[in-house]
């Protein structure tokens, strides 16, 4: 962690020791506690990345309003396209429909002549069996 800078703090010193007064210590240990909790650790490394509490709410603000402005433009665009696939989705269920309706219609068609020409070769069958013309 790296200690804080002191600009041109007047403390009483000999230049021989090097000593720091202890109740300058005790003036700055709340400084030091304050900036702890401004800075911020990045996992894995050893930098320090320091946030700026003024200017974190004008770029907060700023981002806001541009993901206000280009979600209002992506949604439309998306509902839009989502909207399309529907309808041609739609369109495309419809002429399916529209096939098989042809193909049962050809099918009712189909069993109905079938069913007219049994009928008849069974009237035609019956004569056989029931007459007495000695034709048959």
């Not at 400084?31 to 650790?41: C, G, M, N, T, Y």
């Not at 946030?51 to 998306?78: A, H, Q, R």
């Not at 109905?112 to 035609?124: G, I, P, R």
Request: proline letters at 4%.
């Amino acid at each position: 962690m790296v200690a804080p800078r002191i600009h041109a703090t007047p403390f009483l010193c000999d230049a021989q020791s090097l000593s720091v007064p202890e109740h300058l210590i005790d003036g700055l240990r709340p400084l030091v506690r304050r900036s702890q909790r401004r800075e911020r650790r990045v996992t894995g490394g050893k930098s320090v990345q320091v946030t700026d509490p003024k200017g974190s709410f004008l770029k907060n603000l700023v981002l806001s309003l541009v993901l206000l402005g280009v979600s209002s433009l992506l949604i439309p665009i998306v509902l839009k396209q989502i909207d399309d696939r529907k309808a041609i989705d739609q369109q495309q269920l419809q002429d399916d429909l529209a096939r098989q309706d042809k193909v049962v219609d050809a099918q009712a068609a189909l069993l109905a002549t079938m069913a007219a020409d049994f009928w008849a070769y069974e009237l035609y069958a019956s004569d056989v069996v029931i007459s007495r013309d000695e034709r048959f």
